[in-house]
């Protein structure tokens, strides 16, 4: 089941996931006081951001209790949130399946390979929940954002946002839009 996400958890996760180390920091978001805090707690708490060692050039997001750095990044169930097929750099998730959990960390892991400008977009995972928003956008009447909030349970602003995420900036599809008269914003890909 996917979990609700408010606007400021989405595009915490969106940019997160769009990264290829699917760090949490620089967050681009910007709200006032300790709100963003507030959003990050949120998504440790639902499993969508895990704590990993963090290096001596990241943003530290808090100290264990022997004094290391920790730095937030978006778990594999984040990307399955949002319908976004993972790099195979990810190694743990939130649910306690992270390779560190449990061992002595003595040196901060090594940063992720960060992909060349125009490398190619990620794949999308056949029977994904992408995969099959991107077989209704093909489709010649397209898709309006409450018929896939309908096939998926998702909210509203979760679809928008997996439309100009993860379709468009991630995988670079040609996504167009028209109002249609009685079905409101249809939404369709061009296959």
Known sequence: MTP????????????????????????????????????????????????????????????????????????????????????DTLTGDAAGTDETAGTEATEPAEPAPVAPTG?????????????????????????SIEEIVAAFGWQAHTVRGAIAGALKKKLGLDVTSEKVDGRGRVYRIQA
């Open 119 to 143: 490398a190619p977009a990620r794949k999308t995972r056949e029977g994904s929940k992408q995969a099959q928003l991107i077989g209704m956008l093909k489709r010649p009447e397209g898709a």
């Open 4 to 87: 609700k996400l408010s606007d400021s958890q989405l595009v915490v996760l969106s940019t997160a996931c769009q990264r290829p180390d699917a760090f949490v920091f620089p967050v681009t978001l910007k709200l006032k006081g300790n709100a963003i805090g507030n959003v990050l707690k949120s998504l440790l708490t639902k499993g969508l951001l895990e704590e990993i060692p963090g290096r001596a050039d990241d943003t530290i997001w808090r100290y264990d209790d022997e004094g290391a750095p920790l730095t937030l990044r978006a778990t594999r169930t984040a990307f399955e949130a949002l319908g976004i097929e993972p790099d």
